[in-house]
């Protein structure tokens, strides 16, 4: 039997499954997403594919019940894993009235959610850095054990906000962790066009924080950076950046069409490599799935995302009234 390397980061078999199952329902939910889309029944997808294992990986070694996540649009897998359920994921795609992240009023992967921690992000990329650095810097001042857990892309990380922000969180050693989800590309720009230095991770010294580059495919390489990074923070020790390197398996949206800036034979070679087929043999390996448990999760999540899609489809859209809500104080 391979060795198990779940166990010597205190994850249980319980755990490691979890994360698998939340890794495979934000891939169907995807899927399902780009099948609804071509069908003319929803406009917008920007996927997570390729990206599960990161996400997931990194999600599940925050606390939930004390820690704010600001994710960015293509992290589905880390909200998932903060309660935002199938449906309610699916509400926001056919941008209907119930979606928790808007009402229906914004694009999908605009990410928000009061109650679990998930705080709403904007449409200019990187402004959700200086939102989790202020959060941190709030709890802080309010001797809170929280840490903020803010997400990117490298394209991203050319961005002021992600230097003021990174400056700022190392010069008052705040509790965050910044975390850049390396997926090569920055819509067509591929990374040797976007960084003048090696990795991301390099940029950290320049603001007094440790930086650590790990496989974004690995969900337990990427679950021992943040562990350790979270730890770091509570300890009034400052912040962490960690940058996963994985690829963006999709085009970049569904209004993008890959083929004019990479080859077939690339994206082909990539998915090799894909996250859910390696962390399931991995699982195989060390006896904690088989193949008939993995048929069964297979079919409990293909079940959700079934119900999940009819439940949207079929649900309101917003009283057309409502748009004016929140933009002019209203009258008493
Ligand atoms: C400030 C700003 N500039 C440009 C855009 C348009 N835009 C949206 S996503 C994107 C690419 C971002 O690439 P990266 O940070 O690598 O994230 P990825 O999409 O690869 O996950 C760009 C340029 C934007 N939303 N905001
Ligand atoms: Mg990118």
Known sequence: MAENRHKELGLSDEKVLEMYETMLLARKIDERMWLLNRSGKI????????????????????????????????????????????????????AKAEDPNSGGRQMPGHFGQKKNNIVTGSSPVTTQVPHAVGIALAGKMEKKDLVTFVTFGEGSSNQGDFHEGANFAGVHKLPVIFMCENNKYAISVPIEKQLACEKV???AIGYGMPGVTVDGNDPLEVYKAVKEAADRGRRGEGPTLVETVSYRLTPHS????????????????????????????????????????????????????????DYAENAAYADPESALKYVYAEEK
């Open 43 to 94: 406009p917008f997808v920007i996927s997570c594919q390729g990206q599960e294992a990161a996400q997931i990986g990194a999600a599940f070694a925050l606390d939930k019940e004390k820690d704010y996540v600001l994710p960015y649009y293509r992290d589905m897998g880390v909200v998932l894993t903060f309660g935002m359920t199938a449906q309610e994921l699916m509400l926001s795609g056919f």
């Open 201 to 203: 991770s390099d940029r």
């Open 254 to 309: 569904s209004d993008d069409d890959d083929r004019s800036y990479r080859s077939p034979d690339e994206v082909a070679k990539a998915k090799t490599n894909d996250p859910i087929i390696t962390f399931g043999a991995y699982l195989k390996e060390v006896g904690v799935m088989n193949d008939d448990s993995e048929k069964e999760i297979n079919d409990r999540i293909m079940k959700l995302v079934n119900e999940a899609t």
